[in-house]
Every structure is written in C-alpha cells, then in structure tokens.
C-alpha cells in the first residue's frame, strides 16, 4: 500500500542552523506531497506541496523537491528560527484514493536561540 | 474566508453520554474528513465523505457514525463515549489538498 518514512527525531538545533528532514515515499500511481506543520496545541496547517515530479514547493523559507527517480519529498530550510519549532509531518495523497492522506509519523523539531 | 471551522472547542464528556462534533467548510469542496489524533502520535482516519450525502469508513470507525447532509457541513457522532475516545478531533477539506480546522479537544471521563 501507499506509505510515507520520514526521519522521526527528535531533532535540535540552534537557531540560523540548517534544517533537513528527510521523507521518502512508496505509491502505485503519482501522488501528490505535502509538507504539513503543528505547532504547540493547534491544528495541521499546509506548509507547502508538490504535485508532479520536480516541482519545487516553497514556503516561509521551506523547501522541498518532488524527486520521482528517488521517491523522496525532503524538507530543507536554510537559516531555522525559535518559532520554527513544532512537529511537521510529510504526507501523500492519490485522487484514486480518494485524496486521503498517508502521513509519515512526525518529526519534532526544537528550535534553541 | 473561514477556512475550516470545529465546533465545540472543548468538551467534557461522561463515559456513556452522546455528542456531536460539527465541522464547517466554505470552500465548496467535495471531500471532507474526520481524524483523530493521540498524545504523540499522528492522525488516524476515523470517517470521510466524497460528497454531499456519502460517508465512508476510514481506519478507526468503530464507536464513530457521521452525516454528510449539507456540502459544508460534516458531523461526527459519538453515540455512548468511552475513556478511549478521550483524543483531539480534527476535520479537513479537500479539493485535492486538505486543509484541517483547528480540532475539538474531548476528554472522556
């Protein structure tokens, strides 16, 4: 079936430090990916998503590469802040599934100034 | 432009009593959602619904009934609630990416 593996943490760092959370994926057909984050006591909020190979999703500062020849989706941001801490999830969906989500199981990220 | 809306915010539930989550899109979409989600642990699909009038089972429906009567409106039922179901409920919408409210947290006790 469809899944999602990402890089579980916890992970710290100092702030202007680089962030990379790595995310591979398994699906029969062409999904799209997402990038999700929580912070503290909220809800899941779209951080950025790519819907075909090499697109480029960007947001905040956030990065990540659709890479069909290495099924991966890796998360990247070049210079972290302390408001940069939560807990972001990689996830897929396929319209043939109903555009439901397969999600990795959460990376958590403490950002230190 | 509201986005996704939950409502109550907050409940506190005894073992044995009902409730209804509502949860409210202006989006005018499609498809929409019911997850759970477990101190340190992801979302888990409870019900979803491809349209006004459909439901369907996700990964835990067990002691969870929905009603898709209205688009932009979807409502989760907990007919007789346990201790178990003691979680924060989160609603999305999709037209192809889901976009989630800000949850509904329940405490059973």
């Known amino acids: 079936g469809d899944s999602v593996t990402q890089m579980e943490g916890p992970v710290t760092l100092s702030e202007e430090a680089f962030l990379t959370i790595n995310c591979t994926y398994t699906a029969t057909g062409y999904p799209s990916l997402f990038w999700y984050v929580q912070y503290p006591g909220e809800g899941l909020q779209l951080l950025l998503k790519?819907?075909?190979?090499?697109d480029k999703g960007s947001n905040k500062g956030f990065e990540a590469t659709y890479r069909k020849e290495t099924t991966s989706f890796h998360l990247e941001k070049g210079s972290v802040q302390v408001s940069d801490s939560a807990v972001y999830f990689c996830?897929?969906?396929?319209?043939?599934?109903?555009?439901?989500?397969?999600f990795g199981a959460g990376t958590t990220v403490t950002v230190r100034a | 432009n509201a986005g996704v809306t939950q409502t109550p915010k907050f409940r506190v539930l005894k073992t044995g009593q009902s409730m209804t989550l509502l949860c409210a899109q202006d989006?005018?979409?499609?498809?929409m959602y019911w997850y759970r989600q477990d101190p340190g642990m992801g979302l888990r699909l409870i019900h979803y619904?491809?349209?006004?009038?459909?439901?369907a089972k996700g990964e835990v429906p067990d002691g969870y009934n929905v009603s898709r009567l209205k688009k932009q409106n979807f409502l989760l039922g907990l007919e007789s609630a346990a201790p178990s179901q003691t979680s924060v409920y989160f609603c999305?919408?999709?037209?192809?990416?889901?976009?989630f409210g800000p949850g509904t947290r329940l405490l059973v006790l």
């Open positions: 989006m005018n979409h499609e498809y």
């Open positions: 996830a897929l969906s396929l319209r043939s599934n109903d555009y439901k989500l397969s």
């Open positions: 999305a919408s999709s037209a192809g990416t889901q976009y």
């Open positions: 790519a819907t075909k190979a090499d």
């Open positions: 619904s491809v349209g006004e009038g459909t439901t």
